[in-house]
């Protein structure tokens, strides 16, 4: 249920008494009536071992952002997705890549969102590793594509008239199945003499989105109009209004949104607590 207020606090335990055991600086202080309070952070090793050191997300996009960090960043967006789930990276410093993205759009769109996102890490990591505010623990990049059941990227609409067009094709065309890729990267330095001096580690994911073929004309206008999808691939945003579109999903609905967070934890696992280290270093050390 959604709940406007703004206002903050820790969320309370799960008792009113917390067991002598519990630490204090984990004990919440009782609720106060009409305050929103924000979920405490994953407590993970991984996610532990980077908090308070530089961690760059390589995408200026408000719902990447939302889903790493934990804070009411539904505000940057102007809709109120208590609903995504936040990781609680609050410290994410907001580095998009400057480098123009020219992959060929020919390639299948598996290929093509993986080199786009591979693209973003390295030019940011490259960029920044000589930062006077020292080198990145982690930089995280990714992209996230639409297309149809042909293998076509779609890009974002050129103007309403495409918009409509675009919504009208995903609706009508293989029964309203289409699908959305998208690619995720982080990037790490290795503390070790390893080879290039950083773990890389790469994943893509695919989810099938149905669009409700008894949507009318009348409502693809309308929600076109509503301007929520003119700055996204595909023309919609399924976290908010664009929803009305969506009859079901197959697959997992933040990758949708434009990061899978379970694939993105997976892999800043695997460059902070488990990088892969060449075995000819391994033996010299």
Avoid at 22 to 38: E, I, L
Avoid at 125 to 153: C, K, N, R
């Amino acid at each position: 249920m959604a709940d406007h207020k703004t206002s903050l606090e820790p969320p309370p335990a799960y008792t009113d008494e917390p067991p002598a055991a519990q630490s204090a600086t984990n004990a919440a202080p009782p609720p106060r009536q009409g305050v929103v309070r924000a979920p405490l952070p994953l407590n993970l090793p991984a996610l532990n071992m980077i908090r308070g050191k530089r961690v760059i997300l390589a995408s200026a996009s408000p719902r990447r952002r939302q889903l790493l960090a934990q804070s009411d960043d539904s505000k940057l967006s102007g809709t109120n997705d208590s609903h995504l789930e936040q990781v609680g990276l609050n410290e994410l410093e907001i580095i998009p890549s400057t480098e123009p993205e020219n992959q060929d759009k020919a390639l299948p769109p598996f290929e093509y969102v993986l080199a786009t996102a591979e693209q973003k890490a390295r030019n940011v990591y490259a960029a920044q590793i000589d930062s006077p505010q020292g080198e990145p623990a982690l930089v995280i990049a990714a992209d996230t594509v639409v297309s149809t059941h042909m293998g076509q990227i779609l890009e974002k609409p050129r103007s309403e008239r495409d918009h409509i067009a675009t919504l009208k094709m995903l609706r009508d065309q293989n029964g309203g199945w289409h699908k959305v890729y998208t690619a995720v990267v982080c990037m790490a330095p290795l503390d070790s003499l390893a080879d290039p001096g950083y773990a890389f580690e790469t994943h893509v994911e695919e989810t099938a989105v149905k669009f409700d073929q008894s949507v009318t004309d009348d409502l693809i206008v309308s929600y076109v109009r509503t301007r929520e999808g003119a700055d996204k691939a595909g023309g919609y945003g399924i976290q908010g209004v664009g929803s009305i579109l969506v009859e079901k999903i197959d697959g997992t609905f933040d990758n949708v949104v434009g990061l899978p967070l379970r694939a993105t934890l997976q892999l800043i696992e695997k460059v902070i607590v488990e990088p892969d280290v060449p075995d000819e270093v391994e033996e010299a050390l």
